[in-house]
């Protein structure tokens, strides 16, 4: 659930769990029920605090009543009371039950939601409740947690835990089955509307419902890590995120992407992103509820409220709430884990979150040879004496050769002052942190001669010069190829910077690549190495070219036009053709659904430093304004940001010429310089200036983001 008028939004989360629930996705979750016990906690989990709901009324020590009619922030249909009609205690079980109001009420039905603010607020444990869920369209019980004081700022700037909700249980799903899911979520970030959240869908076996039984629903909180049960199941796993710095102590991007925090130190009074364990790290508060309608159960399953399946009342029924502490380490909640394989896994339990990745400069690859030395990192032997030379080769055209003698020996290339022979040369440790999530270490080679002696085995070694220097060395059938060496055959060995890290290499600094038999086994040895490089396989996003992509369909912002696919000359052929009336509009390519195309924004963070976006246009038909300016305008993640550029401030700095195709570049380091983040580009737009259009038809192509 949510907290006051601030969650408005709600809206577009529901919509995106339309997703989630009903089209199965990524986000769903097998129930497996060989789970544990979670009547019995593992040994160190004391439990602290209760109620087992076993009095003849609601303990007002433990329980506080809200009452308001404010809808939750979600457009709720029911006023929160204290009556006993709406909340009461029979048999050993806590009743919150949403019923129809009294004609001429303020909101058409009434309910309970009930908190323990002040009276048990907790930072880590294990929390959980053991409930029979309502069922209905526009039934929406929560059992969730709050902070108790919002040190960093309004929600959800100090977070919120949701351990269990549901939507519309037992009413028909998208897959043409039974509503049966539950749902885990945590809320953090930006101030409202800005905010994230991340969240897991467990759907119930076949012939089970979450309202047919009681179940139990908890998750255990540690510093850093939130985990997610349905009867002692382990179903979501979610993180603090884990920033990777470069060698200039920056944050280059995250190891794991995780929840994140924003907001305004004290000192300074900056507003600060944080990824650490913030805002999860303070206390929180207990809440139970059973709300009726809002944004995300009103526009699901069969839209708005049933007013039949809530005539005589719908009820959340509590059997206990229970919170335990973890007495191996109460300060972190760490050391009482109950997990399974899996638990860890982004291909399983665990969740990848909204934090935004920091970048420094994004991605630069580094080539240490190709058909000719890089004068920065030479050729080197290490002991042996010999002097690398460059050797043509048929297949490969220059390569570099080395030989190994009788003294044990390694070769590679090297950037160290020392080893620099060009007098423009200059020692130049490569940082490779923003490469890490895809990037990877490559090479070719071809062995002309092999060792003499017949169990050499060949080996890779990187050095890296960062603070502490580190060095990973790895068998060269440990590449991705995973292939050892054939005499007289070109090979390509490809080794991912992710397992040099794991094999303890700093990558911010790395100033030696090595290549070859293993030390003091290489006698007789020679090789040819080529295409030697540091790099990833870059991302590229082909627009428009010769056809329509899909996922980025062709778009008239306002004026109702339809663009259309327009056959042009030999060299263009199909091309992209727009036509703007007497409304003002912008056209050009989104990617949004709502308009149509995949939602599926571009992340161009990687190419920022040499990326660009280009395109060809072709005017047919000038503005009926003749000297109307033509303008560029990339927008990203739904407009939070933009940039808009006039065409003659493209690279090539020309204006539209009537029934002349011409190439517009951008560079990517100049968009994101004037504002854009470049990591979720989703809308293009090329266009007369906005009411000076009319007239106007003009055809574009070749429309891509790439790295040239």
């Known amino acids: 659930m949510n907290i006051e008028t601030t969650h408005i939004t709600r809206l577009l989360a529901a919509i995106s769990l339309v997703t989630l629930a009903g089209c199965g996705g990524d986000s769903a979750t097998k129930s497996n029920f060989e789970n544990v016990d979670a009547s019995e906690p593992v040994s160190d989990w004391q439990m602290v605090w209760s109620d087992e709901f076993e009095g003849s009324a609601i303990d007002t020590?433990?329980?506080?009543?809200?009452?308001?009619?404010?809808?939750?922030?979600?457009?709720?249909?029911?006023?929160?009371?204290?009556?006993?009609?709406?909340?009461?205690?029979?048999?050993?079980?806590?009743n919150i039950v949403a019923l129809p109001a009294e004609e001429g009420a303020e909101k058409p039905y009434t309910s309970a939601r009930l908190n323990t603010r002040y009276n048990a607020d907790f930072t880590y444990g294990r929390f959980e409740v053991r409930a029979k869920l309502p069922s209905g369209q526009g039934s929406w019980p929560a059992f969730w947690m709050l902070p108790t004081d919002e040190v960093y700022g309004t929600w959800p700037r100090s977070g919120e835990i949701d351990?269990?909700?549901?939507?519309?249980?037992?009413?028909?799903?998208?897959?043409?089955?039974?509503?049966?899911?539950?749902?885990?979520?945590?809320?953090?970030?930006?101030?409202?509307?800005?905010?994230?959240?991340?969240?897991?869908?467990?759907?119930?076996?076949?012939?089970?419902?979450?309202?047919?039984?009681?179940?139990?629903?908890?998750?255990?909180?540690?510093?850093?890590?939130?985990?997610?049960?349905?009867?002692?199941?382990?179903?979501?796993?979610?993180?603090?995120?884990?920033?990777?710095?470069?060698?200039?102590?920056?944050?280059?991007?995250?190891?794991?992407?995780?929840?994140?925090?924003?907001?305004?130190?004290?000192?300074?009074?900056?507003?600060?992103?944080?990824?650490?364990?913030?805002?999860?790290?303070?206390?929180?508060?207990l809440l139970l509820n059973l709300a009726v309608g809002g944004d995300w159960p009103e526009n699901v399953n069969d839209l708005g409220v049933d007013a039949s399946a809530f005539e005589n009342g719908q009820t959340f029924a509590i059997d206990y709430v229970r919170v335990y502490q973890c007495a191996s380490d109460p300060d972190?909640?760490?050391?009482?884990?109950?997990?399974?394989?899996?638990?860890?896994?982004?291909?399983?339990?665990?969740?990848?979150?909204?934090?935004?990745?920091?970048?420094?400069?994004?991605?630069?690859?580094?080539?240490?040879?190709?058909?000719?030395?890089?004068?920065?990192?030479?050729?080197?032997?290490?002991?042996?004496?010999?002097?690398?030379?460059?050797?043509?080769?048929?297949?490969?055209?220059?390569?570099?050769?080395?030989?190994?003698?009788?003294?044990?020996t390694v070769n590679g290339f090297i950037s160290r002052t020392e080893n620099i022979t060009d007098e423009s040369g200059v020692a130049s440790p490569f940082d490779a942190t923003p490469l890490l999530a895809e990037g990877y270490f490559q090479f070719k080679m071809k062995v002309m001669s092999a060792p003499a002696d017949p169990n050499s085995t060949w080996v890779i070694k990187l050095e890296s010069a960062g603070d502490a220097p580190t060095a990973a060395e790895l068998p060269i059938t440990q590449s991705v190829e995973g292939i050892a060496p054939v005499v007289g055959q070109w090979q390509t060995y490809t080794f991912k910077l992710s397992d040099l890290v794991a094999a303890n290499l700093d990558i911010s600094a790395i100033d030696v690549v090595m290549i070859f038999p293993a030390w003091g086994t290489g006698n007789g040895a020679v090789y040819r190495v080529d295409d030697v490089k540091i790099t990833q396989d870059f991302p590229e996003l082909d627009v428009f070219s010769d056809t329509q992509n899909l996922d980025w369909p062709m778009w008239d912002c306002c004026s109702g036009s339809t663009p259309v696919e327009a056959m042009d000359d030999e060299q263009h052929g199909i091309t992209a053709e727009f036509t703007?009336?007497?409304?003002?509009?912008?056209?050009?390519?989104?990617?949004?659904?709502?308009?149509?195309?995949?939602?599926?924004?571009?992340?161009?963070?990687?190419?920022?430093?040499?990326?660009?976006?280009?395109?060809?246009?072709?005017?047919?038909?000038?503005?009926?304004?003749?000297?109307?300016?033509?303008?560029?305008?990339?927008?990203?993640?739904?407009?939070?940001?933009?940039?808009?550029?006039?065409?003659?401030?493209?690279?090539?700095?020309?204006?539209?010429?009537?029934?002349?195709?011409?190439?517009?570049?951008?560079?990517?380091?100049?968009?994101?310089?004037?504002?854009?983040?470049?990591?979720?580009?989703?809308?293009?737009?090329?266009?007369?200036?906005?009411?000076?259009?009319?007239?106007?038809?003009?055809?574009?192509?070749n429309v891509k983001i790439s790295n040239p």
């Open 61 to 94: 020590n433990k329980w506080n009543y809200e009452l308001n009619c404010d809808g939750g922030g979600n457009n709720e249909k029911q006023c929160y009371t204290d009556s006993e009609q709406n909340a009461f205690i029979a048999d050993g079980v806590l």
């Open 163 to 285: 351990v269990l909700e549901s939507v519309n249980l037992k009413t028909p799903d998208e897959d043409g089955g039974i509503e049966s899911s539950i749902h885990g979520t945590l809320h953090y970030g930006r101030a409202w509307p800005d905010n994230s959240y991340t969240g897991q869908e467990y759907k119930f076996p076949e012939d089970t419902n979450p309202a047919d039984d009681f179940h139990t629903y908890a998750v255990e909180w540690q510093e850093g890590e939130i985990r997610w049960y349905v009867d002692g199941y382990l179903y979501a796993t979610q993180r603090q995120s884990e920033v990777l710095y470069n060698s200039k102590n920056e944050p280059a991007g995250l190891k794991h992407r995780g929840w994140f925090a924003e907001y305004f130190e004290q000192g300074s009074g900056e507003l600060t992103t944080h990824w650490d364990s913030a805002p999860f790290d303070k206390d929180f508060h």
């Open 332 to 408: 972190t909640g760490k050391g009482c884990e109950t997990v399974r394989p899996g638990y860890d896994s982004l291909d399983d339990a665990l969740l990848e979150g909204e934090a935004p990745v920091p970048i420094a400069g994004g991605v630069t690859p580094l080539t240490i040879f190709s058909d000719s030395f890089n004068i920065n990192w030479p050729a080197w032997d290490c002991c042996g004496g010999s002097t690398p030379a460059i050797v043509a080769d048929a297949q490969q055209g220059n390569t570099v050769e080395f030989s190994v003698g009788e003294n044990p």
């Open 580 to 701: 703007i009336n007497d409304t003002p509009t912008v056209m050009g390519f989104n990617s949004r659904t709502s308009v149509g195309g995949s939602g599926e924004a571009f992340d161009a963070s990687a190419i920022i430093t040499v990326g660009q976006i280009t395109f060809d246009m072709k005017v047919t038909s000038m503005p009926s304004t003749p000297d109307a300016p033509w303008f560029f305008k990339v927008e990203s993640n739904e407009g939070d940001s933009a940039v808009e550029l006039a065409l003659t401030e493209s690279v090539e700095g020309i204006a539209p010429v009537l029934n002349e195709w011409q190439t517009y570049t951008y560079t990517l380091s100049d968009l994101s310089a004037a504002g854009l983040d470049v990591s979720s580009i989703d809308v293009l737009m090329i266009f007369p200036n906005w009411g000076q259009g009319a007239g106007a038809t003009y055809r574009v192509d």
